[in-house]
């Protein structure tokens, strides 16, 4: 049995105590929040309003889960990574590359596994989008589009003092983009420049609402990327296309579920009312956190890395602060 501890159990937190009871070999023994009142909720496992003290007092934790405000992940990375626990650590890695750097490199360094809460690319849809370019369907691919149009209301910003804050969150490419950017890095490949635009247009928040960008792909495809959480009056659209000299895709909906079109050659349009079909049957699959947490036990079970590591978290961590780099000097930004 895998013996499971989330520290900062707030709105995700949820998300991560299901998937591990709902994962065979996992347990949750032990929840930390600095905030006691949040505690109340998980009377049932042993609780700590510190983290080095959870730790230090219980040696049958083998993974710890961070949920904390984005900008504390590195300092509860380290504290975790020192008491040679494996991690689990929710989307965005990190605020900062240096910070990712050093997550990585803390892991390493204690010999313990990190994983990053990057799910939507188990998702049907995804795979069978992912399975289509890896069988060449596509041929050479001109370019992609990643579009998020979402709504996050000023009460959603001011639920909490972290929220739109620079130091902790992050905009909406950190926060709301990042699932999609992180499926056009796994679908196109690595990104060699971007040239991006960030603004603040309508919450009163001090990082980005709005943000373009587009960018060159190492491969020489191109990429568009619009990230909103401006939209009036809901979230209208979380969609990713991709265009190639055989086939065109775009998998949309809300939260990029669906297969909305799938023109590939070769493939009747019998075929693709039968996959599109398929996929509405069950289109979120296994819920994404259980993905991750499933993994992460079948990781130390084996030994090996787990499938979103360290690198995947911080591919597009590299691409958001090239963007935002970009719009504040007007330049294009090379990533190495
Ligand atoms: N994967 C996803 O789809 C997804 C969705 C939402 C949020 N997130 C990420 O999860 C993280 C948390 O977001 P949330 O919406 O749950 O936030 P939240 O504000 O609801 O919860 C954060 C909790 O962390 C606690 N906390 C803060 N500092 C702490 C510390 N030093 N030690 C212990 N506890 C501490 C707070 O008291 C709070 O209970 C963020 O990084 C966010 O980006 C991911």
């Known amino acids: 049995m895998i013996n499971f501890a989330l520290v900062g159990v707030g709105h995700i937190a949820k998300k991560h105590k299901d ?20 505690l109340e909720e998980y009377k049932d496992y042993q609780t700590y ?11 049958e934790i083998d993974v710890v889960n961070i949920c904390v405000p984005s900008g504390l992940h590195y300092p509860l990375t380290k504290i975790v990574a020192e008491h040679k626990r494996h991690i689990i650590v ?42 289509a370019i890896d069988d060449g369907l596509f041929g050479k691919i001109s370019h992609a589009n990643a579009t998020v149009r979402w709504n996050r209301n000023q009460a959603y910003y001011d639920q909490a003092p972290w929220r739109g804050t620079e130091k902790y969150d992050g905009g909406v490419l950190m926060n709301q983009a990042i699932h999609d950017l992180d499926l056009m890095l796994w679908l196109m490949g690595p990104v060699e420049s ?41 979230n209208l659209e979380e969609s990713l296309s991709i265009f190639g000299e055989k086939a065109t895709a775009k998998i949309g909906g809300k939260t990029a579920n669906y297969i909305q079109t799938w023109n590939i050659e070769g493939i009747t349009q019998e075929e693709v009312l039968a996959l599109q079909k398929e996929i509405e049957k069950n289109p979120f699959g296994k819920p994404g956190h259980q993905w991750i947490i499933e993994d992460m036990v079948k990781a130390i079970e084996e030994d090996r890395e787990p499938i979103v590591s360290a690198k995947d978290g911080i591919a597009p961590i590299q691409l958001i602060l090239a963007i935002l780099e970009s719009s504040k000097t007007g330049k294009a930004v090379k990533i190495n």
């Open 90 to 131: 929710e989307k965005p890695m990190a605020l900062t590359l240096e910070e990712t750097e050093k997550m990585q490199q803390v892991a390493e360094e204690n010999g313990v596994k990190l994983a990053v809460v990057h799910p939507n690319r188990f998702r049907p849809a995804v795979q069978k989008l992912r399975k």
């Open 194 to 234: 971007v040239q991006g635009m960030a603004a603040t247009r309508l919450r009163n928040i001090e990082t980005e609402d709005v943000a373009t960008a587009v960018v060159r792909f190492k491969s020489g495809a191109l990429g568009v990327i619009e990230a909103a959480t401006t939209i009036y009056p809901t």
């Open 49 to 59: 309003t510190d983290l080095d003290e959870m730790l230090k007092v219980n040696d």
């Open 19 to 38: 998937a591990i009871e709902k994962t065979d070999g996992a347990a949750l023994v032990a929840v930390c929040d600095t905030n006691p009142e949040r």
